[in-house]
């Protein structure tokens, strides 16, 4: 259910709402909109008792939500949900850091990146953070090419065992030492409760991954943190599962969520997965969160990440996640799939015609 007030109810008005929907022994969501706010209910398993809130000062209408997912659903929000990465938001990670290095930082002013805004908002980074000067180097590469934001993993979840498992912590103080030498904000992966406690700590952005998308109790860490959360779907997961993951973290107060596409597992085996291109029309019909996709994870094979990521664009995602490695050849991992710094420049060029001719609004290092 949701309780719809007014345009203009007064503050006291919603407390008072909040405080009977406590009483009721529910849980309100307090939604602010553009022109009203709504508030969610949930935690009801039968019928509410309608007639207790509607007759409540302020209050509009109560609306019964009937889709699965609540809080993530314009039934609830009508309006875009427009996630701000970095910049000032960003107060615990960007104090000045030990840096890994002796070379002296030039500092740039943080710039955030807005993720659901009518833009196309580009994150791009390696894989997995390897090096500080590998880090860097990408990081002003894909600055310059126009990604609002840098990804690199240090917690990495491997199929293998064997396999490069990230640089940990390490790996955090490289990406606050690229964040504070290009001004870019960074998104890197949480795989457990103690990792994302780091992240949140010293990241711009949690990302949670396509393995740990049905995680429950690390939705549930990610939703009570305050950073904005990256969540990418699930191999197999349904329209339905992915919204619930989301909802998970929504229904612990962390509104600051955006969904990522990165490919499914289909009988197609001439990529490592299959982009649901339509997952992303399905999302904004249903979901007033911002939708990017990441064509490297989907296509596994770098010759395929251009033709995915424009096609992305035109359906109408809010942006991308790209593989960016200096020598793909030598990446630690998923180097397959990394585009080239030459390779990402004459995408980003190739994204900014499409945008143009779709009357998007612009890359957002294009604003100078
Ligand atoms: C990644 O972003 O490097 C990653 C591991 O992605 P996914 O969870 O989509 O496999
Ligand atoms: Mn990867």
Known sequence: MLVVMRVGATPKEIKTTVSAIRRMGLKPNVIPGALRVAIGIT???GAIARERLEVLPGVAELVPVTKPYKLVSRETKPEDTVVTVGGRHSAVGSRPSKRPSSRKPKAESPKPAVFGANGFAVIAGPCAVESLKGA???AKA???????AFRGGAYKPRTSPYSFQGLGRKGLDILRAVREETGLPVVTEAVDPESLEQVARHADMIQIGARNMQNYSLLRLAGQSRRPVLLKRGFSAT???FLMAAEYILSEGNYQVVLCE???RTFADYTRST??????PAVRKISHLPIIADPSHAAGRRDMVPALSRAALAAGAH??????HPEPDRALSDG???LTLEGFAELMGSLRRIAAAMGAGPMPNDEG
């Open 262 to 264: 990165r490919g499914v």
């Open 275 to 280: 982009m649901d291109i339509s997952l992303v």
């Open 142 to 148: 894909v600055k310059a090419a126009g990604a609002c």
């Open 336 to 338: 397959a799939q990394s």
């Open 319 to 324: 942006g991308l996640i790209l593989e960016v």
């Open 136 to 138: 860097l180097v990408v």
């Open 239 to 241: 329209f339905e599962e």
């Open 43 to 45: 935690g009801n398993r």
